[in-house]
């Protein structure tokens, strides 16, 4: 048998297995205050549009509230740099809620735990370099 052909054999297998493989981002939600209404999260793989434009995301979930904490799983993710947006959505009427200043309303949290004053974080306040497999943590504000 020729050994280069199993070689390249092998090496194709395991070009697939890694493009193929699971490459999720485990995101864990802290510090939810009710189970009331839905937590919306948006994962932004560039600077345009974070945090406040979900339809600049690389994807969107909602998934419901639960006090104190939610785990859950964005799959197939190609490799990069990502930044998260999350709020809880306690009337579910898919906006986060402001009063008249601007000021929210609903509780939001954003990957790195990145705050600001007075402005929402930047993307690269909030970024974080994603290889494969990777879990973060997210407490809400």
């Not at 280069?4 to 802290?30: D, H, P």
């Not at 954003?110 to 879990?135: I, L």
């Amino acid at each position: 048998m020729d050994y280069r052909k199993i070689s390249l054999i092998v090496i194709f297998c395991f070009a697939c297995s890694q493009f193929l493989g699971a490459q999720s981002l485990t995101v864990k939600l802290e510090k939810i205050s009710s189970s009331k209404g839905k937590m919306m999260l948006a994962l932004y793989n560039r600077e345009s549009g974070f945090p406040g434009t979900p339809k600049s995301a690389f994807r969107i979930l909602q998934v419901p509230a639960n006090k104190p904490s939610v785990v859950l799983m964005f799959d197939q993710i190609p490799p990069g740099t990502y930044a998260l947006a999350v709020f809880h959505d306690v009337n579910e009427d898919g906006e986060l809620n402001t009063n008249f200043l601007g000021v929210p309303k609903e509780v939001y949290g954003f990957s790195n735990n990145a705050r600001s004053r007075f402005r929402a974080p930047t993307f690269n306040e909030a970024a974080f370099e994603f290889s494969g497999q990777k879990s973060i943590s997210v407490v809400v504000r």
